[in-house]
């Protein structure tokens, strides 16, 4: 019964370690955008409106200023101008369209904040504001 035991325990922790190990590194980390959040900004298309503009760059800037806890608490401009109406994801999701079909993720703000998502946020942004400029 003991040896038993023992082998079951061995088992389960081949599996966990070995789950981890997928999840981490081994199937979603090399290759594939372990991250959904730098999926999403690699070559996203920004649409927004003159009157929107000001938001979205502002949300860009304060995903790169702003703490996971202060960008939770942050709210913004709707489309139609209504203060206070939409998160940080929300705007995103209205306003910048990814080029492959994936989402921001179920852990947005914990992402978001990735050294890798916030260069990629940095490069949106910048792209953004040569269009802006027109340069």
Known sequence: ????????MIIVVI????GAFLYSE??????AYSNPVVAYFTNPEVQAAPSQSATVKKVLMDIQLLSAPELEAQR???DEGHPGRWTAKKVIEQHIFPADDVTLGRNFLRDVKQPQALE??????QSFRSRATGM
Request: proline share 4%.
């Open 26 to 31: 081994g199937l979603f980390g090399s290759g």
């Open 120 to 125: 990629k946020v940095n490069e949106v942004l």
């Open 1 to 8: 019964m003991h040896k038993l035991l023992i082998g079951f």
């Open 15 to 18: 599996v966990m370690v070995g």
């Open 76 to 78: 913004y401009p709707d």
